[in-house]
């Protein structure tokens, strides 16, 4: 691959956009990797993975201006298409996605990091969706997911007035979880994705699809998704572990990490 690297650490993979020269801006070959690496993913050996750009600068720009500037109508939604399908397969992964944004996260870079299911960045971060100066609107799921993570008020703010926010805007409207000096964003990303692959694999992943799919329906039918992922977890050899070290009040089994078993 030529903008996409992969890198296995542990139970944790780490997938870097590494086209710094155009600050990780996404063009079709980006988005066409992204989407082999995701699919490349060993779901047996990995539990979390963490999302993040190449070099200091930028997560990424934004969709590749340069390709889209000449796209005719047809081409215009394919190219749509072709984001939102792997924006959906992040969002909808088996495995919990950390974005680590380190720069500018703008547009489709924007959009992006809210196909992760947590965001934490580094005090240069900035975060926009500048669609509108460009004659378009977002077109990555911005207008979705962003009133979605901050509310209607505040995304429509930013979407209409094109208006970058700095990292603590972004901290305080809710879009990101939490903001480390630059050096540091790796380190605490990788020690979020070791927390969390150090829980029960099949109930992290039960829960991140109980939490996506819940949030579509109401919460009668909610509910109802919660019950059966639940339900799903019982007889598996995590849930059968961990609530028998919790029992046998074996500090050292407790945190031992419970084996995968696949289903
Ligand atoms: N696309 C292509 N190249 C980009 C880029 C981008 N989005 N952003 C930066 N680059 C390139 C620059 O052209 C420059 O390349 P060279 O000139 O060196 O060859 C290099 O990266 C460094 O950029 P700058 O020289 O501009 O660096 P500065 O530090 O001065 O400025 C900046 C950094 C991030 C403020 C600036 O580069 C900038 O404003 N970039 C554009 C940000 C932006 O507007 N992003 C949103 C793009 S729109 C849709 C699908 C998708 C979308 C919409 C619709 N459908 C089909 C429905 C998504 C749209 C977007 O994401």
């Known amino acids: 691959m030529e903008f996409i690297t992969y890198e296995q650490d542990g139970f944790v993979g780490i997938i870097t956009i590494n086209r710094p020269k155009a600050l ?25 993975l963490i999302l993040t750009g190449a070099g200091d600068k930028s ?3 934004g969709a590749d201006i340069g390709e889209m500037s000449s796209l005719t109508k047809a081409e215009g939604e394919a190219f749509g298409k072709k984001g939102n399908d792997v924006f959906r397969k992040l969002e909808t992964f088996p495995l ?19 196909s992760c299911d947590i965001r934490i960045c580094s005090e240069n971060a900035v ?55 630059a050096e540091e964003l790796m380190t605490a990303a990788k020690k ?38 639940f339900g799903d977890c019982f007889e598996t050899e995590d849930q059968k572990a961990g609530m028998g070290n919790f029992l046998e009040k074996d500090k050292e089994k407790k945190l031992k990490v419970v084996p995968f078993q696949n289903k």
């Open 24 to 48: 990780n801006a996404l063009n079709s070959q980006v988005l066409d990797e992204l989407d082999a690496a995701l699919d490349a993913v060993d779901l047996n050996t990995t539990r979390a």
């Open 59 to 61: 997560f990424v720009a």
């Open 96 to 114: 919990p996605v950390i974005a680590a944004v380190n720069g500018f996260a703008l547009g489709g870079g924007c959009e992006i990091s809210m």
């Open 127 to 181: 975060f926009g969706q500048p669609e509108v100066g460009l004659g378009i609107t977002p077109g990555f799921g911005g207008t979705q997911r962003l009133a979605r993570l901050v509310g209607a008020g505040m995304a429509k703010q930013m979407i209409y007035t094109a208006r970058n926010i700095k990292a603590d805007e972004a901290y305080r409207i809710g879009l990101v979880n939490a903001v480390y000096p």
């Open 192 to 229: 979020m994705a070791a927390g969390i692959a150090a829980q029960a694999p099949i109930a992290v992943r039960n829960c991140k699809k109980a939490i996506n799919d819940g949030l579509q329906v109401d919460m009668d039918q909610a509910i109802v998704i919660e019950e059966k992922l």
